[in-house]
């Protein structure tokens, strides 16, 4: 077990959608409560793969990888590894791996190219991190979806709407609706979803946190259902 790092991923990315009351009754428990990681397998109790969060005060951005990846567009959806963990996204998203070395991590995204003035910006990512501010996951997930929301979206004054933390099991689930300021640029989005998971670390210092953010109402925004499935879909 090493310690943790925290390291910058060079970019821009552009995330927003809405949270509707049939997605949240839909979606109740529905990402499950998996068995809490530990011991020297669990990739929770190692050093974690992903960005720092939000709140570190390190850029959570990203750019293509030189050669990311897509599955085939035959409905079968791609898994993604990071240490001993692994979610799941659709085939139509590209898996960009950021970072080097050691510390390259896979980070899935969709839409890339929706923006003509600019080709990098993307309508949906999924992304690991972790905080080491405290190791209630409660506290960890509602905190990382207001420190989200206000990292990508600086300039538009966002206003988040927080659902009730499900904290039922050993994982805490919360999903977020993010407003924006109107803007006149065609490639803000007015709204953006976000879905924030996380469980202690074993070993009390910190919390594991998965991210899923996405933009509608823009070409090539993600269906919310693909975005709670891939919530959803992460197992350790």
Known sequence: MGRRRRRRAGGTVA???????????????????????G??????????PGEPSAGSGEEMTTTPSESPSAGPDDGAWQDVSFGNGTFSVPPSWEIDIVGEGDAETPRPVHGRGFCPDDPSLVTALALVTWTDETTDAHEAVA????????HFYPGRSPRLTLDEVDDGGEWATVFAGVAMRPSDDPCD?????LIVRGVPYPDGSGTFLFLVLGELGLPGSPPED???????SLRT
Not at 15 to 37: H, I, K, N, T, Y
Not at 42 to 47: E, R
Not at 143 to 150: G, L
Request: a negative charge; hydrophobic letters at 45%; glycine letters at 12%.
């Open 226 to 232: 693909d975005l709670v499935r891939i919530a959803s």
């Open 143 to 150: 905190a990382e979806a207001e420190r989200a929301a206000q």
């Open 189 to 193: 989005a007015p709204e953006a979803m």
């Open 39 to 48: 011991g020297e397998e669990s990739s929770v109790s190692q050093d974690p």
């Open 15 to 37: 995330v927003a959608a809405a949270l509707g009351a049939a997605l949240l009754a839909g979606c109740a428990g529905g990402a499950g409560s998996p068995e809490a990681p």
